[in-house]
Structures are given as C-alpha cells and as structure tokens.
C-alpha cells in the first residue's frame, strides 16, 4: 500500500468537512449562538439581580444546574472510560467511533463543571477552595479530581489527534485558511510517523489509557460522595458511587449513539458508521439499562421496607408530586431498551437511536429525581413559609443557561470537527496495513 | 403519504422537556371525599390567659391515614351565657390546620349558675366546606406552683382550687396531675398523681441535670380534665446538676486536619496521575525533537 498516495485520498474524502461550511451547517451554528445569547442574558440577569431570579430557594438550594453538573460529568466520565476501553480493543469498526466518544468526553468535562459554579452566588471567593482547602471535604476532593480528570481527557484527546494533524499538515491539496495550515503545524509538533515516534506516541496512549479509566471511575465515585457522605434521606446510600457509574455509562452510552446517528445522517458517513455500530452501542444499552434497573430497584427497595421515617416521608413525596415523573424516569429507562434492543427486528438504526434519546430523557430526570425530592423534604420539617421554600420549580433563567450549556457542547463539537476530520485518518490506515500484514501472513502460511 | 414520525423524534423530546410542568402531577383534592374534625380545646397557662385552640383537619373517609389540614379557615371564638354572645377574638388556621387565640388573665368571662364558662369556636362554612362548631364548658382553676427546700429535701406543692363569685376558694377534690421539666425539644414526665383536697407534694430528685447554670423548669399540668380543661403552672429553679462532657465526641472529619492515612493515599494517588502526565509529556517533548531532526535532516538532503 502506498501511504502517501492513501494519506491523500483520505485527506481528499474528509477535506470537504474541514473546508466548506454548507448552508444548513451555518444556520445550525448560528441558531446555537443565537440561544447562548439568550444563555448569556440569562446569565447577566442572575449575576445582576443574584440568585432570587433561580428556583433556588434555603430548603432546596441545588436545581437543575446541579443535576444537569451530574449529568454532564456522568457523560464525560463514561466517554472517557468508553474511549481508553476502545483503545486496548483490536476491532477495525471501533475506529469509527472513537474520535465522537473522545471529543463528547472533553466537552462534557469541560462544559459540566461551568453548571456548579452557577449554582455559587460568591464567586469572589472561589479562589478560597484553593487558598483553604479542606482536605477531609468531599467537595474538595471533587475539584481536584475534575481538574486531574479534565488535563487527562485533554491530554488523551491530544494525543489521538496527532497523527490526523500531521496527515493534514503535510497535504498540500487541503483547502484551509492559513490560522488552521499554522494550527496544525504548530500542534502536530514534528510527528513524521516514523517507527520510533510511532511507538513512543503509542506507548503514552497506551498508559494514558489506563489513567482516564482509572480517572474516570475515581472521579465520578468522589462525585457521588458528595451526595453519599452526607446524612440527607435518599442521598445517605452505601451503593450511590457504582449506581452513579452504571447511569453515567448508561448516559454516555446514549449520548454516543445519538451523536453517531447525527454525525452519520449530516455528514453522509454512512460508509464509515455502520449498522453494527449502532447494534454493538444498543446491546450495551440493553446491558447497561438493566444495570440501571437493578441498582435504582436496589436503592429505593430497602428504603421502603425499613419504614424509616425520613425515608417514608421522601418516597411519599416520590409517589405524589413526583409520581409521573418517577414512573416516567425509572420504567422509561428500564423497560424501553430491553422492549426494543431484545427483539432483533426492532434493531434498527432508528429505533436504537430513538430509544437512546429518551434514555437520555430518562436518564435526565433520573437525577432530577436524586437531587431536589430530597431537599423539599428534610429531616426537620419546613413549616409556615412561602411555598417557593418549600417545592421547587426551575425558572427561564435556569432553563435558558440548561440549553446553553447544550447548545455550547454541539457548537464546540460542530467546530472541532470542523477542525479535524470525525473519523481518525490514521485509524483507517493503521487499519488496512494490519489487514494487509495478516493477508500477506496468510498467502505465506499457505504457500509454505 | 408515508410519514416518518423519527425525523423530528429529537425536536419532539426537546418539546416534551419544555412543556413537562414537574409539579404538575399532584393530585387534586375534592371535599366531598373527607370528613372534618374540627376538634377545640383550651389551656389555662402559666401568666394565666387562656389559649384557646382549634384543629380543624380534613379526614378521607376510605383511607383515614389520609388527613389533610384546612388551611386558612376563620375561626370565631366566643364566651357565650344563655342568649349573650361575646366575641374574644378571631383567627385563621395555619397550614396545618390550627388556629388559635390567647385571651389575656384581665378577661372578665361571663360564667353560669354553676360556675362554668361556656366557649364556642365556629367556622362559618365555604364554597367547598360546611360550617362547623365545637363548645366546651369548664371551671376557673387556679393552679398554683410552690418549689421549697424542706429539711434540704426538694419539695414540690402544688396547690389547685376555685374561687366563686364572693372569693371563697374551693378546693379541688380530685385531679390527675403531672410533674413534669422542660427538656430540650419537649416535657418530660417525673410523676403522674392524684390531688386530694386540693393538694399534692412530691419529693424532686436530686439527679436531674439542669443548664449550663444548674436551672430547672419544673411544670404542674392538669390535662384534659372535664371539669377544668388544660391547666398548667412552670417555675424555674436551680435545683439541677451540671454534667460537664468529659470525652468529646471525636468525628476526625470534623477536625481541623485532615487524618493522616488521608494525606498520605491522595498524596500517592495524585502523584501517580500527575507524574504519568509529566511522564506524557516529556515524550511529546522527544517526539518534537525528532522531528525536527528529520525535518532538518530532509532540509539538508535537499
């Protein structure tokens, strides 16, 4: 196989990506501009008139800017656990795949943490979780893990870009402004994919591998701690770190498949996302939602039976203001999958993504679900307040930043892959020259 | 035409995000499906006024766990005499359900022939709930609470009698009456006993803790009495013991630092993360370096 003469036909397949933005590629980036416009208004509002103009009241003091952190973080976590497990696999197919899970873990740990510090009226004195760190505070525990985790994921994304840069550093067809050309050289940092360079690059991705899995389950665990280390009714559970797990691989899983569905249908990549692709991610989301199920059913079970007090009084709050959504929330995420992943039939590409998208729904309320139930219902009982003390409700400043935040994750992913092609080119490669080595093999073996 | 209802799934599930009101689901509540308990009481407290209370709470006639308190009710309450009505004040029932009134110790009531005072409480009904009226009939009680060291033993007198028209006191014959003291969230009972002749005398214990300045509030209360209601009389005394903590309870998460097991696993935990990134990148730093010796060398064949 010729390389240079491949690098080239790979750089001509993936160049009109990085090169053109179409028509409905530029109204999709300026509709999301257009709501973190809204976002930053919203977010003028609340800096300007304080956190009165959020649902955010003294009982319920967490919203849905933290359980959208939890569940972008879960994302991130589960992507980068996803990845590096992708690294140690030897499949052609995982190729297609990687590069959506590796940028959907930066930008979920990137943009995840920006929604607890929307939750901090003193953000003047953030600088204090530095200068007087507590050590035995679950808290602080959590921003050293989240900024260990971030630099790893960036470092990780680094490193799988490297090859790809210097493929479109070296082509000279490739149609990109001069900043990009300047980017890529800078960023490609000499790499020539000479054997030594190739093994030293492989061999630090291997070990950074291991890290981000390792990383990831430490991470995601310290975050459950928060919750699980205090004495709070629904939060005080032995199992919440590995349930934490399991529902964040389960939303990372289903956020892949979703983002593979777009990816495939816009940019017509239907040769490269195939079909096995989407039945390989749905039976872990079989697998994965049947996890969910069986931790969820673990985790409310025995707080019914024990007839806890505080236990009762957060199922009954549970089963009355909540019920459609619990009902929702829990059969949504359980039942749905194991409905439409168990029969074949029904595996098709746009079922599986169709139920991924509602796993995510689910999944979203699922924490909802975790976060503010418990706080309307205290161990001391709130009596003679206003009843915005007592239940929450999200305002459109909550919502508005909410969509933000999503809106913020697809621009950064539109322009990334913008920046470097979707599908990694090197991948391809390393792909068909092991595929050539074992023909070759086997043309030898038989000959002899 | 074929419709593909899978395009737009993703603009429908962002529309059902929007729309979902989550606190939607409660349940309505209908009237008609509870009986009310309008249950009224009055307690003589210890300055001498009168609280007089009303609980008015609605009960599901299936499932009588159900109960739901009627809120923001006006409640009238009255001190009547054959025809005479007389207003002693109004209020409103709280979110759970109770509203009350303090008449103050100067309110002349208007007492019958046989020495009682009549006093109504009333709900003039609503749109959804009927109107509704509880009366009690009790006797003045005076109640009095007298703590005297005799003979250096702690004693408690209590002393509970009527007094008529023309000031003659009459002693009550027969009465339960609780000694209790103040706890920190509620009372704690030390005795249940019978007055006779209208007096009673009960040995205090000597090994009761008090506050951090030995103080004790000791309480006589007479308790749903049919002839007197609820009655009670506090004093406060220092006739406690301070019980300082020796050991304090020890939470090391708690404590200034941090345990030391702590500093040593996130210390080895950080480092081994952090030196695999330096590791990282000093390698990045040699792949740099050879390429640029092959880029330099090219140069040179060139």
């Known amino acids: 196989m010729n390389l240079t003469r491949r690098k080239s036909e790979l750089v001509k397949e993936f160049s009109p990506m990085l090169e053109k933005t179409s028509t409905l590629s530029k109204i999709w980036i300026w509709s999301l501009v257009a709501i973190i416009l809204v976002g930053a208004y919203a977010l003028f509002l609340q800096i300007y008139e304080g956190q009165s103009v959020t649902g955010m009241r003294d009982n319920v003091v967490w919203g849905i800017y933290t359980v959208n952190f939890i569940f972008f973080l879960g994302m991130g976590y589960a992507g980068a656990f996803i990845s590096s497990v992708l690294h140690f696999i030897k499949t052609p197919w995982k190729n297609s795949v990687s590069r959506i899970v590796e940028i959907t873990t930066v930008l979920s740990i990137v943009i995840g943490p920006v929604f607890i510090l929307l939750c901090i009226y003193r953000l003047d004195r953030l600088h204090y979780l530095f200068m007087y760190p507590r050590i035995q505070s679950p808290i602080t525990w959590d921003v050293i893990a989240v900024i260990t985790d971030l630099i790893g994921c960036i470092l990780y994304l680094y490193l799988t870009f490297i090859p790809d840069l210097a493929i479109l550093r070296d082509s000279d067809n490739l149609k990109v402004p001069k900043w990009k050309k300047k980017m890529y050289r800078y960023l490609a940092i000499g790499y020539q994919n000479t054997d030594e360079q190739k093994e030293k690059l492989h061999k630090i991705t291997k070990t950074m591998s291991v890290i981000v899995i390792a990383l990831a389950i430490v991470a995601y665990t310290i975050l459950a701690w928060v919750f699980s280390l205090t004495l709070q009714p629904g939060w005080n559970s032995t199992i919440f770190a590995p349930y934490f797990i399991v529902s964040g691989l389960y939303t990372g899983v289903a956020v892949i498949i979703l983002v593979m569905y777009l990816i495939r249908k816009h940019l017509k990549l239907e040769k490269h996302i195939r079909k096995v692709h989407f ?41 009355s203001n909540y019920f459609w959504m619990f009902i929702i929330a829990n059969y949504g995420a359980v039942l749905l999958p194991l409905i439409i992943i168990s029969f074949k039939k029904l595996r098709t590409i746009k079922l599986i993504t169709l139920t991924a998208v509602i796993a995510i729904f689910c999944l979203w309320l699922n924490r909802y679900l975790i976060i503010i139930p418990t706080l309307e219902t205290p161990y001391l009982p709130i009596q003679d307040t206003r009843p915005e003390y007592v239940h929450y409700t ?34 391809i490669i390393d792909n068909e020259t092991d595929q050539n080595k074992k023909k070759r093999r086997f043309k030898k073996t038989i000959t002899e | ?235 406060t ?66």
């Open chain 2, 237 to 302: 005394v220092n006739w406690g013991t301070f019980n300082k903590q020796v050991k304090e309870e020890g939470n090391k998460l708690w404590s200034e630092a941090a345990p030391m097991w702590m500093y040593i696993v996130l210390t080895i935990l950080l480092l081994g993360v952090w030196a695999n990134y330096a590791y990282t990148i000093s390698y990045l730093f040699k792949i740099k370096k050879e390429g640029k010796k092959i880029t330099e060398n090219k140069k040179q064949e060139i």
């Open chain 1, 279 to 319: 039945i390989f991610a749905g039976v872990i989301l079989l697998i994965l939602s049947l996890l969910f199920g069986y931790f969820t059913f673990s985790e409310y079970f025995p707080k019914w039976f024990s007839h806890k007090a505080s236990d009762t009084n957060l199922l009954n709050t549970l089963f």
């Open chain 2, 1 to 235: 035409m074929k419709y593909n209802i899978f395009k737009h799934y993703l603009i429908t599930s962002l529309i059902i995000v929007i729309t979902f009101s989550f606190n939607g689901f409660a349940q309505e509540l209908d009237a008609s499906n509870y009986k009310m308990r309008f249950n009224f009481k009055t307690v003589k407290q210890a300055d001498n006024s009168r609280l007089l209370e009303v609980e008015f709470i609605g009960q599901n006639k299936k499932d009588r766990k159900d109960k739901i308190p009627v809120a923001d009710a006006e409640i009238s309450f009255y001190n009547i005499l054959n025809e005479e009505e007389v207003l002693l004040g109004t209020a409103k029932t709280s979110y759970e359900g109770i509203a009350k009134i303090t008449v103050p110790n100067s309110q002349k009531y208007l007492i019958d022939d046989d020495g009682l005072i009549n006093l109504i409480a009333k709900f003039e009904g609503s749109d959804a709930i009927d109107a509704e009226e509880d009366e009690i009939s009790i006797k003045d009680l005076i109640l009095e609470l007298n703590l005297e060291e005799i003979d250096s033993v702690k004693t408690v007198l209590v002393k509970a009698f009527t007094i008529d028209s023309v000031g003659v006191k009459t002693p009550v014959e027969e009465a339960d009456v609780i000694i209790s003291i103040q706890g920190m969230l509620s009372k704690m009972k030390l005795k249940e006993e019978y007055i006779e002749d209208g007096e009673y005398e009960f040995e205090f214990p000597n090994d009761i803790p008090g506050n951090e300045n030995g103080e004790i509030t000791i309480f006589s209360i007479i308790e749903d009495n049919d002839d007197f209601g609820n009655v009670f009389q506090k004093k």
């Open chain 1, 394 to 427: 999200a305002t459109w400043v909550e919502w508005a930043l909410t969509f933000t935040g999503v809106a913020a994750f697809c621009l950064l992913f539109t322009l990334l892959i913008k920046f470097v092609p979707v599908i990694p080119m090197s991948g």
